[in-house]
């Protein structure tokens, strides 16, 4: 019943925009800190976004600027508004917690959403 669900990906040409989605059952982004992964072909899944409950948000450095995260509690959703996209950007991308390990674990891994920034 726990179950982070992602949409909004998919192929857009460099310089384009995108908005993702994330929903979840089993759990409230009101109470929870979230955050937007990304994992890119032959690459580690990396943390490049996360916003806390009380709306805090953090990014990693290479985005600059580029990448806004937010959420509407009362939709339940947290969104990652994506701008000027390069083909560095072309990765699948998920939500879940910004920090977990013994004591917090990591959500159930959705499907994630593809972005692929191409011309």
């Known amino acids: 019943q726990l179950q982070l669900v992602e949409s909004g990906g998919g192929l857009v040409q460099p310089g384009g925009s995108l908005r993702l989605s994330c929903t979840a059952s089993g759990i409230s982004f009101s109470r929870n800190n979230m955050g937007w992964y990304r994992q890119a072909p032959g690459k580690q899944r990396e943390l490049v976004a996360s916003i806390t409950t009380d709306g805090s948000t953090d990014y990693v450095d290479f985005l600059k600027g580029r990448f806004t995260i937010s959420k509407d509690n009362a939709k339940n959703t947290v969104y990652l508004q994506m701008n000027s996209l390069t083909p560095e950007d072309t990765a699948v991308y998920y939500c879940?917690?910004?920090?977990?390990?013994?004591?917090?674990?990591?959500?159930?891994w959705g499907q994630g959403t593809q972005v692929t920034v191409s011309s």
């Open positions: 879940n917690r910004p920090r977990f390990g013994m004591t917090l674990v990591a959500l159930p």
